[in-house]
């Protein structure tokens, strides 16, 4: 769609997909060396170069899977390496996600796509200098609140200065919907937010800065400036809308399915059980962290969190999965089919049928992906199947949960996990910018021919 | 479509979709009857009535899974009920869908249109009774020959009368893809055609039976006018080669996965390890019969075969699954927006994108439908999540395997396979038949909005 301006500098001919994929590439890979440093451990001894690598990807693609105990087996000089490649990882993908969405929203006239397509290829203009520093304005003061308020609450239990240190790894942990904790590192403590299952202040703090990081950036400005404008875009309604709908949904499902689970919510009063499961709701579908133990699950529940985890977040976050607006569309999509519509129809708006045709395109790729990468597994891995395709649901939509997997995996399955978190992070963002129908470059059509179907 | 001609006779008035439930009920619920009479069981009392339902519902859907052993459960008059519903509901819904799949073919101009109309509804015109009469002598000579064919086998090995009696029996069971069999009536021998895994007759018998059964009467019809003709409609060679890349790919991945499982493919010589893995590419995708056991497979290979009992057959087949023709619309709108095409392309012609639409929303529907009867069964029944997947999806897909899970459901896991069976068999059909946007109901459309997707 935007053929770039030749420019001298192949840098600078990459389109933004390209750039955030090189981009990728090498902070993996300098992060991978870096982890693999004796001062990464605490083990005094470098860690396997694999495992650098799984973690460094891990924390890039704000997945969250990990190989090792990052409380435990990590130095603070190797928690360090991995808060900044979330941090680097989470905002830059942020960006760039944003900008090519609203490139796409705005394309219409070719002025603007003039115009953009100096935006995307120049890094010049002052639109785009002056987007990248409103998102990471907006992220950077959502991060220092959330990064205040956890360690004001974390200094009831532990000194200052943990306290401090553990606020702003996890407010930016938490922000990015990374899915890394520290908790292992307290002695008897299971790991993630387990501790806090029924803590209201942690989960009054938690779950909003989850929602922020996965709504996405032009939702976010766009309730910003609802006061003056009166009104949501329509992106706005449907990513807020289905928002509302997954976690209303997922919070009766889990709270109904785990209702008598010993090792979930049975032990927790009817407050606790309600925390526990909206916060799962909300967490599953990218954040990645825990406040129930996902392997005691019942098995419905447990493949439920798989499908939250397809679905994903919104586009232009820092989430991942196939997104809600594009669920929003399958089930439009369904619906109007059903009800003999012809067209999908959202707050009075009707979705264009190349949108509806993307949308299910790259839900068809996706399922296919986690599936082929679930069958390999089922070959290379001895485990339950619904654990492995727990394990490439949540690698590919960089969700971070795993049934117990991830620890177990060999050296393959490492392998697959980390190319499965890379193309599940830059493969969405990929698609939705290169894969449009080039209508114009078709010299003639074939005749219309007829099959049957169901 | 079709707007029935009001008829003063209210049976008259249904669809055909409705006319098929209709008559599959009645069928369902007069051989539970038969079948919880005494003399149909061997135990010398009656069977319960809900295994009656389900062997009754099994049946008529020409589904194969079973909560008894047919061989050793069943007296002659229960096995003479169970084949008398696998013929009439097998060919029954095989004469229906084909009429079906003919008027969507055709449908062009309005005189046509009313042609058919009249010929749906009133049940009166030649054509019909001509279309019926050539189906169920296609099936029959087919049927007959298996018959002779497999009895002659058989006699090998068992006195003349049983011989005859084994060879009618799964003679319409195979051509019907319906799964049952008698071999469980043999002392110390497995279920199904496992004794038969490399008996090259057993093989060379059975596959183009299933195939003649499972690719549908349009194609069986177009390829013997083929010598007159000289050409082959494009629905005939999408089912034919789809069927064939099925085959292939399904042989190869069964063959690899499988070469070296002691339960399964390793005690065999090289022809065998192929015979069976042909068989099983072939049968999965919705005959039901095994010359292996699916319950001692890896992982990996069930899975696979999950999902090609999820594809399923072809349309006005036997058969059941998404269909050949949906798999291959699916696969050609993922290439197509891979490579940048606006069109799907099959054989020089374009598929229309409503056909592409509803092909993508009824691949869903059903995907939906399997996956949320996984769901309520894991929360119902004792099993592993993959035994469970397997059992809705071959439930659904009407296919006939099991991992094991059919003999252990409770009463409620037998309503809900029951349920899916009949939803299964006539969903598809009931959709491809009024799944059609009114477009000219619509008396004004929404304006286009842009959400942002992937
Ligand atoms: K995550
Ligand atoms: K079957």
Redesign the pocket.
Known sequence: MFKPVRNRNPILRLNPPQVLAVGFLIMILAGSGLLSLPIASTAGHSMPYLDALFTAASATC???LSVLNPGVDLSVFGQVVVLALVQVGGLGFMTVATLIALAFRRRITFRERLILQETLNQHSTAGIIRLIRKVLLYALVIESVGAVLLSLRFSFEMPPGQAAYFGVFHSISIFN???FDLFGAIEGRAGSLIHYVDDPLVNLIAMPMILLGGIGFIVIADLLSFHKARRLSLHSKVVLSMTGILIGVGTLVILIFEFTNPATLKPLDFSGKLFASIFQAISSR???LLTLDVASMRQATQFFIVLLMFIGAAPGSAGGGIKVTTFAILVGAVLAMIRGKQDIVFFRYRIAPDRVYKAITFSLLSFLMIVVAAVILSVTEHYSFLGILFETTSAYA???MSMGLTAQLTPFGKLMVIALMFIGRLGPVTLAFTLTPRMDSEPFRYPEGKITIG
Chains 1, 2 share one sequence.
Do not use: F
Request: proline share 0%; no cysteine.
């Open positions: 704000v997945t969250g919907n990374a899915g990218s954040a990645g960089t969700a971070g």
